[in-house]
């Protein structure tokens, strides 16, 4: 009996640490080990999307799972010079790496959570595209043909179809021409510009 109770012991002991090892990790106990960029580097489920330098920060952007991250570190004034000094070879993401290796990170933010949801955007629709830049977004240029233009808002970029017709021409004044045109439709399009701080931030 006592042979029996203790390989039954035996039995759920393994069952319980084969279910531990099986456990996915989540995105916030990978990034917990995470203290440095050169840490961040080195982590190869995070997928680099891009990085910057601007005023003693530099920001490295990265995709973990589905979520589009952004973490953030102090650049002494020696070094941001000397980052801003690389040439872009084929050398500059290396050269890069050494440069910012031992940054400590101050905090990793998941931008995803400041994506608006389709039924959040599909409320923008028959605002004016002037409205729209009043309100906070920015022009980053379109595509007359099929009249989708590309509006910036914090980190993201979005794709905006707007109810109208306009003729492209060298000296075309596109806020006069486009601001008028209602918005038909708005998408999510992707990461604009990873340094770019929102006013929700």
Same mark, same amino acid.
């Not at 330098?53 to 941001?80: M, N």
């Not at 604009?192 to 701080?197: F, L």
């Given at each position: 009996?006592?042979k029996?109770?203790?390989?039954f ?9 084969l279910a ?7 995105e916030s ?13 080195k982590?190869?489920?995070?997928e ?11 920001v490295?952007?990265f995709?973990l799972?589905?979520?589009?991250y952004?973490?953030v ?11 801003y000094d690389?040439?872009?070879d084929?050398?500059?993401d290396?050269?890069l790496g =050494?440069?910012?290796?031992? *940054?400590? #990170?101050s905090? +990793? ?7 608006? @949801? ?8 028959g605002?004016?595209?002037?409205e ?10 379109g595509?007359?043909d ?15 179809t707007?109810?109208g ?10 806020? =006069?021409?486009?601001g008028p *045109?209602? #918005?038909k439709? +708005? ?7 990873? @340094? ?6």
């Amino acid at each position: 009996m006592k042979k029996l109770l203790v390989l039954f012991f035996i039995i759920i002991l393994a069952m319980s640490v084969l279910a531990g090892c099986g456990k996915k990790k989540s995105e916030s106990d990978i990034l917990s080990s995470v203290k440095t960029i050169g840490d961040l580097r080195k982590l190869s489920s995070a997928e680099y999307l891009q990085s910057a330098t601007c005023d003693g920060k530099f920001v490295y952007g990265f995709k973990l799972k589905d979520s589009i991250y952004r973490a953030v570190a102090e650049v002494p004034k020696d070094v941001e010079q000397k980052i801003y000094d690389l040439d872009y070879d084929e050398d500059y993401d290396e050269k890069l790496g =050494e440069l910012t290796s031992t *940054l400590e #990170i101050s905090k +990793i933010d998941n931008l995803s959570k400041l994506i608006p @949801s389709q039924d959040e955007l599909d409320k923008l629709v028959g605002k004016t595209f002037e409205e729209l830049l009043e309100e906070g977004w920015h022009f980053g240029g379109g595509n007359y043909d099929d009249m989708e233009f590309y509006l910036n808002k914090g980190p993201f970029y979005y794709v905006a179809t707007l109810d109208g017709k306009v003729e492209y021409t060298e000296d075309l004044d596109e806020m =006069e021409a486009v601001g008028p *045109l209602k #918005i038909k439709s +708005i998408v999510y399009g992707g990461v604009g510009d990873i @340094s770019e701080m929102d006013e929700e931030e």
